[in-house]
């Protein structure tokens, strides 16, 4: 017996199911599953996904599959009393792609298969309705004549353009505007008109057999599996080019059949807001993709303020439909996107699918299946991904800037605000971007041709097209902010130009975009960021994330502001205040400047005492700030040739104040100067070399805690040494601070609370963690220099050769990105099992850029590290990764 390739479906019946995407892709395994839940389908059958695969081998069919598409279809003609082919009572059929993963609009269906100088006979007779039957047929021939003789042959000959020319030049003769003001005598001279320009230009003839032009039909959607926009979508959306498409052959249910007959497209919820509400568009009159390419503005299906709601003008279908998507969402448990088409007063169902949505609503609609015992906590967490939380860290307008008054508006298809430069061409807008410009795509509609530059865009604006046209739908799932059907806006491709309310706008000229009103301003505003702490869905996703996490999440903060806004995104505390960035305001480094050239002790102690005086300062506001949680103060790490002032004037000045000649500052400086910095005099050295700076930095922060002591306020200060590499040199550092403290505790008669611990950074370390823990309270890996040492990678420079690395596939990614968790992963393993081996309670955290990956977040969380410690905007971030790692 031969394998089994095809899977039928029927309204109450059908052998797949939603669990059988690999083998059926997305949409066959669903229209399976709608048949199974009674809903009304027409009746069909998928190829699986193997055959896509086999033809791509071999680019020829598995034996037994023309004997099986042939039994299927007679089950297909058996349902619908029809038959393929005949001409009294012909069947026709669509041929629709459909991956494992959907991919809207990237892949090529064809509709009204069967249709030919013979069965249209047929249609007509028994539809008795000349315009729907040559409607019907000169898509068809449309169709075909692009995705089948055209691209499935890679001819690029851009027929479809050509028709679509033939078709408005025929509509302006007639001064008409729409498709559908056309006769049915105009589509019968159109069918004739298409079919000799098709002769003409591709020198081949449209195929009258039905069977040629389903199986013509079928090989263009597998082919269109490696067409170079499904190609270019799945490396965007890092989707494997392995699991091929199923082709999915359905009867046609007719939309285009009159005023009783539509088609539309709606979600369960909204998908640009995540209101629980049913939303959707259609169109009265219209074939299917009418919706979806944006060639005419759809209406509401449900909004009492427009004439042409469906609720209001066909109330029994849309009650149907709602009870339908009921059920839908209630199945799958999560919100649907339908597809449907009404043929005289019958609704049909074409598809469903879990909906795109941008990142606020995804967390809005996982929240109402979580709140309403749908869903578990962890099936919550899975639901929101990483881009989702970086949606809502996208940029607004200021409430001054929304007052202002907008050029035009269109559909909000959001998420957030856009401001950029307006370009017209998908080609260019990402020549532009590439060069660091911030765009504006202008476009009449997207196709799924535009999508590189869509994704070069930082906002997509349309003059046609509704809320599930191809623009907003893209832009949805990439949390790209978006409007669309802006009927104000004329564009003119060629001169790279358009007009608003006949102001002329040209290429780079700037635009913002307001995707959640829609409104559009001719200026270029400053976009402010969000506030979080405001948002009740975010906050709600924190706590969950809260409960389900053991790591606790720090930030990366280096001064009191920063602390202020790390907490507001609820860090934990600091997990690393990099002294050396207070160094550098304008008063403060010719005073730094100073302490490193003084000609003697006593100048440098004075340079000292001055630092030592707004150091102060600054670790009281941070500790203040940050209170009553830790903050881990890293001593002066980076080598001091960083500080010296390079400008002549600057050097004079400083000669001048120490009463000394310009050459003996300019040797000073040139004795600082090393050939490797990066491995030279900095970190804990500096403070063994000055042991001065040593004492100065303990003594600020000591300080400052004991002010915060005097005013009640809790701090926890944990003083860090860096770039230890053994433990003479840890033991060095801490005596000075320990002494600072002993001394400060005397003085004050009082017990100051702090810890000491070492920055682990160093492979050396790691292999004597063991001993660093018997004297260390905590460690804490800094993993940038640690991946840097342990391949001895430069991270300055490892762009000069990371993309040969990654292409040769040498590295997988780049290892200051993602931890290396085999070797730099291994080498923490070891630290870590060292360290607690001799000191259970050494508190263990991480404070390199890892901390905000969420890789590496998981590998953290499995070697149970406390904390881990990122910069303020990732902070969200790693508490997803820190719940999610700990749910699985
Ligand atoms: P996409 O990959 O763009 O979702 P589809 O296969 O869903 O492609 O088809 C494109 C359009 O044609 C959709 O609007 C769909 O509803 C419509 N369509 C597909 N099959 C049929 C059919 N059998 N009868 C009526 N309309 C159909
Ligand atoms: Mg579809
Ligand atoms: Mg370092």
């Not at 199923?246 to 249910?253: D, K, L």
């Not at 209406?299 to 279908?317: A, R």
Request: aromatic share 8%.
């Amino acid at each position: 017996m031969t394998k089994k390739f095809i899977y039928l479906f029927k309204q109450g019946n059908a052998e797949g199911s939603s669990k059988m995407s690999n083998l059926l892709g997305g949409k066959g395994a669903n229209l399976a599953e709608m048949s199974n839940l009674n809903i009304p389908v027409p009746p069909g059958f998928t190829i699986s996904t193997d055959v896509c695969t086999y033809f791509m081998k071999y680019n020829k069919y598995p034996p037994g599959l023309k004997t099986q598409v042939n039994s299927a279809i007679k089950h297909i003609e058996s349902q619908m009393q029809q038959r393929f082919g005949s001409i009294r009572n012909p069947l026709l059929v669509s041929v629709r792609s459909g991956g494992q993963i959907s991919m809207p609009g990237m892949m090529e269906t064809v509709l009204n298969v069967g249709l030919n100088d013979k069965t249209i006979q047929g249609l007509m007779a028994k539809t008795k309705n000349k315009k729907f039957t040559f409607d019907s047929y000169r898509r068809l021939i449309m169709m075909y004549a692009d995705v089948v003789m055209d691209k499935s042959n890679n001819l690029k000959c851009d027929i479809r353009i050509d028709l679509e020319k033939i078709m408005s030049l025929m509509k302006k003769e007639k001064k008409l505007i729409d498709d559908y003001d056309l006769s049915g005598e105009d589509f019968n001279d159109l069918c004739l008109l298409f079919k000799n320009h098709i002769n003409q230009k591709l020198n081949l003839q449209f195929p009258e057999d039905p069977y040629e032009q389903l199986w013509g039909s079928i090989d263009a959607v597998f082919k269109s599996w490696n067409g170079t926009r499904a190609m270019e979508y799945r490396k965007i959306e890092q989707i494997s080019d392995n699991l091929g498409t199923g082709v999915n052959i359905q009867a046609m249910v007719f939309g285009n059949m009159g005023n009783n007959s539509a088609t539309g497209v709606a979600f369960t919820k909204n998908p640009s807001t995540g209101e629980n509400i049913f939303f959707g568009e259609w169109l009265p009159n219209a074939q299917g993709e009418d919706v979806v390419s944006g060639i005419r503005t759809p209406y509401p299906i449900d909004n009492s303020n427009h004439k042409q709601n469906l609720k209001k003008i066909m109330p029994d279908i849309y009650k149907e439909l709602d009870k339908i998507q009921t059920i839908l969402e209630n199945h799958y448990l999560d919100m649907q996107d339908l597809e449907f088409t009404i043929q005289e007063n019958k609704l049909w169902l074409l598809q469903t699918r879990n909906g795109k949505r941008n990142g606020p609503a995804a967390i809005k609609i996982a929240l109402y299946f979580l709140n309403n015992k749908k869903i578990s906590e962890k099936l919550f967490l899975d639901r929101i991904r990483y881009n989702h939380i970086t949606e809502l860290l996208y940029p607004t307008l200021s409430e001054k800037d929304k007052k202002m008054i907008p050029v035009a508006q269109g559909l909000p298809a959001g998420p957030g605000s856009a401001c950029g430069q307006i370009v017209f061409d998908p080609e260019r807008a990402k020549e532009l971007y590439d060069k660091g410009h911030q765009i504006i795509l202008v476009r009449e509609e997207t196709s799924p041709e535009d999508v590189h530059g869509m994704f070069a865009s930082s906002g997509v604006l349309t003059a046609r097209g509704g809320m599930t046209s191809h623009a907003a739908l893209i832009a949805r799932g990439w949390g790209k902010c978006c409007i669309v059907g802006c009927r104000e806006i004329e564009i003119n491709y060629q001169s790279k130009s358009c007009v608003i309310n006949n102001i002329t706008y040209r290429e780079l000229d700037w635009l913002t975009l307001n995707g959640s009103t829609g409104y559009i301003y001719n200026k270029k505003f400053n976009l402010i960021a969000p506030n979080l702490n405001k948002n009740k869905d975010f906050l709600s996703l924190i706590n969950i994330c809260d409960n389900n996490k053991k790591l606790e999440i720090r930030a990366n903060a280096d001064s009191k502001n920063d602390a202020i806004l790390s907490k507001s995104m609820n860090a934990k505390g600091i997990g690393l205040c990099r002294t050396e960035h207070m160094f550098f305001e304008p008063k403060r480094i010719h005073e730094v400047r100073k302490m490193i050239l003084a000609p003697n002790l006593n100048l440098k102690q004075k340079s000292i005492d001055r630092i030592l005086s707004f150091q102060t300062k600054d670790f009281y506001e941070i500790l203040k700030a940050m209170s009553p949680y830790s903050v881990t103060i890293r001593l002066l790490d980076p080598p001091l040739h960083e500080f010296l002032p390079d400008k002549e004037d600057q050097i004079k000045i400083i000669a001048e104040e120490f009463n000394i000649n310009i050459s003996d500052v300019n040797n000073q400086i040139s004795n600082l100067t090393e050939s490797n910095p990066m491995l030279g005099h900095r970190g804990c050295r500096l403070g063994i070399t000055s042991p001065e700076i040593t004492t100065m930095q303990s003594t600020a922060i000591l300080k400052s805690a004991y002010k915060l002591k005097n005013e009640n306020i809790d701090c926890a200060p944990e003083i860090m040494i860096p770039l230890v590499g053994s433990i003479e040199e840890f033991i060095n550092q801490k005596n000075i601070i320990d002494k600072v403290a002993a001394d400060l505790n005397q003085k004050y008669n009082t017990i100051i609370n702090y810890s000491v611990g070492a920055m682990i950074e160093l492979p050396r370390a790691c292999i004597i963690a063991d001993q660093i823990a018997q004297y260390a309270d905590f460690i804490s890996f800094g993993t940038n220099d640690l991946t840097q040492t342990s391949f001895g990678f430069s991270r300055d420079d490892i762009s000069t050769f990371l993309p040969q690395y990654i292409k040769k596939s040498i590295l997988e990614h780049d290892p200051f990105v993602t931890l290396d968790i085999k070797g730099v992963g291994e080498l923490i393993k070891i630290a870590i099992n060292k360290a607690r081996s001799v000191n259970q309670n050494i508190k263990i955290g991480i404070c390199g850029e890892h901390g905000g990956d969420p890789k590496s977040i998981e590998f953290f969380n499995k070697i149970k590290f406390d904390y881990i410690s990122c910069s303020p905007f990732r902070i969200p971030i790693a508490y997803l990764a820190a719940a999610k790692t700990n749910t699985i």
